[in-house]
């Protein structure tokens, strides 16, 4: 699985971004998918991930009410949306698909995309 994340700038705090994942190669809609932050100098850490019908959500107690993931199997991709958008959220987003949500939600998965970068100014 080969994954594209896109959608990342620089927004106001307060302001919104939406997070695209795209994935090519096996079959997307067997994984589950999580997107994970990491900022400067800090550890990656697991920000939200669901399961692969999209029957299940989870989120880090940082993002909740404010992050919403979702997928659409048809089109391949995962999308994060991101409201109410913190300093603290800047970082590199990156999405990650595992055949296991447990997984996701440690911090692991098979694959991993590259990375976008998300900045928040205040």
């Known amino acids: 699985v080969q994954l594209v994340e896109s959608g990342g700038g620089l927004v106001q705090a307060g302001g919104s971004l939406r997070l695209s994942c795209a994935a090519s190669?096996?079959?997307?809609?067997?994984?589950?998918m999580g997107w994970f932050r990491q900022a400067p100098g800090k550890e990656r850490e697991f920000v939200a991930a669901i399961t692969w019908n999209s029957g299940g959500t989870y989120y880090a107690d940082s993002v909740k009410g404010r992050f919403t993931i979702s997928r659409d199997n048809a089109e391949n991709t995962v999308y994060l949306q991101m409201n109410s958008l913190k300093p603290e959220d800047m970082a590199v987003y990156y999405c990650?698909?595992?055949?296991?949500?447990?997984?996701?939600?440690?911090?692991?998965?098979?694959?991993w995309g590259q990375g976008t970068q998300v900045t928040v100014s205040s």
């Open positions: 990650a698909a595992d055949f296991s949500l447990s997984r996701l939600t440690r911090s692991i998965g098979d694959y």
């Open positions: 190669g096996r079959t997307f809609s067997s994984y589950a």
